[in-house]
């Protein structure tokens, strides 16, 4: 599975449809403006500080697809027929391999975005995506991880049917508190 997919999140009465999509190499301005917020920074591995940085980040993303083991979206909101979409986060399916039951899923929203349901939208159509396709090539269950103090995290893992399985020792320097490991099975 290489080929570029594209997703929907269909509207509903108070939210607009989501687009995700493989990342491009002009969607790197938005990318770096999204990545000023404190609270992403925060939560992601990889601080995005320019232009160079962005496009090394996106380029890694299309490598992932090249390679098929990484695949990464950028979540798109529809503003409206005259406005072309704006990025409000990424999700990611990632370490999967042929014969190997489970792969991890990851996700951010763009500060304008949170508290808007579009992680836990987002997160439900690549896990429902990620389930169908690699189900052939043996994927039963997708874990997904966050920092134990990342409520947030937990709510969408949690509304997006993920359950908390257990609770991860501290990482550091890049996961210094304890995570949890939530699981969602096919």
């Known amino acids: 599975m290489n080929a570029p997919v594209t997703?929907?999140?269909?509207?509903?009465?108070?939210?607009?449809a989501l687009l995700l999509r493989p990342w491009r190499a002009a969607d790197v301005t938005a990318l770096i403006e999204v990545y000023q917020d404190p609270d992403l920074r925060r939560w992601t591995?990889?601080?995005?500080?320019?232009?160079?940085?962005?496009?090394?980040?996106?380029?890694?993303?299309?490598?992932?697809?090249?390679?098929?083991?990484?695949?990464?979206?950028?979540?798109?909101?529809?503003?409206?027929?005259?406005?072309?979409?704006?990025?409000?986060?990424?999700?990611?399916?990632?370490?999967?391999?042929?014969?190997?039951?489970?792969?991890?899923?990851?996700?951010?929203?763009?500060?304008?975005?949170?508290?808007r349901g579009v992680a836990s939208r987002a997160l439900d159509t690549l896990t429902a995506w990620s389930l169908d396709a690699f189900r052939a090539d043996g994927l039963e269950y997708l874990e997904l991880l966050h920092q134990v103090d990342n409520v947030a995290s937990c709510r969408v893992a949690e509304k997006s049917g993920y359950r908390l399985?257990?609770?991860l020792p501290p990482a550091p320097p890049a996961y210094p508190l304890d995570g949890h490991l939530h699981i969602r099975r096919a």
Request: proline share 8%; with cysteine; net charge negative.
């Open 7 to 16: 997703l929907t999140a269909t509207a509903t009465p108070s939210t607009p």
């Open 45 to 115: 591995v990889s601080p995005l500080d320019g232009a160079d940085d962005g496009l090394r980040w996106v380029r890694a993303q299309e490598q992932g697809w090249a390679t098929g083991d990484r695949f990464a979206f950028a979540v798109l909101e529809a503003a409206g027929d005259a406005v072309p979409p704006r990025l409000v986060g990424n999700v990611v399916l990632k370490e999967v391999a042929p014969g190997r039951p489970c792969a991890q899923v990851g996700y951010w929203t763009a500060a304008q975005a949170r508290g």
């Open 165 to 167: 399985d257990s609770v």
